[in-house]
C-alpha cells in the first residue's frame, strides 16, 4: 500500500448522514452485490468509496482495496497493510506514527467520499 495521497480538491460531497451500521450490516457493502455501493469504515465512520464511480474497480472483489470493502479498516490503513487480518476496526494497538499515518487517510476519505453513517456497536 502507498502513501496516503493528498487530499481531493474541488469534490462536490453530499451532507453527512447518520445512519448507524454493526460491523455485520456493513459487510453486505462489500462489492459483492454491483446493485449496492461499497462503504469502507475509517475509525467508525462510513464512507461511501463508490461516490467516485472510478473507484468501484479499486475495492470489488478481488481488486487491492477489497481487503477493506464492507469493513472498518481502520488499524489496517494505520499500518498501510493490505492484509486482511488487520483490516479491523481496532486500531489502540497503533503508535503515535502510525495513528498519524490512519488520521491522514482518515482526512483523504473525508475529503473524497460521502459520509452515509457511523459503525456502532
Keep these: ?8 480538491a474541488n469534490v462536490n ?5 447518520d445512519t448507524s451500521f454493526t460491523l455485520d450490516e456493513l459487510k453486505q457493502y462489500d ?7 461499497i462503504y469502507v469504515a475509517v ?3 462510513v464512507f461511501d468509496v463508490t461516490t467516485d464511480p472510478t473507484k ?3 475495492y470489488r472483489p478481488g481488486a487491492s482495496y477489497h481487503v ?12 498501510s497493510s493490505l492484509q486482511p ?11 503515535t506514527a502510525q495513528l498519524k499515518v ?3 487517510w482518515y482526512e483523504y476519505y473525508k475529503g473524497k467520499y460521502n459520509i452515509v453513517g457511523k459503525v456502532v456497536s
Design 85 to 95: 487480518e488487520d483490516a479491523i476496526a481496532d486500531y489502540s494497538s497503533l503508535d
Design 13 to 17: 460531497l453530499a451532507e453527512p448522514k
Design 43 to 45: 475509525k467508525g465512520t
Design 102 to 104: 490512519l488520521d491522514d
Design 31 to 37: 462489492g459483492s452485490d454491483a446493485t449496492k455501493p
Design 1 to 8: 500500500m502507498s502513501k496516503v495521497p493528498p487530499a481531493p
Design 56 to 58: 468501484r474497480d479499486t
Design 68 to 79: 477493506f470493502a464492507g469493513k472498518d479498516a481502520s488499524k489496517a490503513l494505520g499500518l
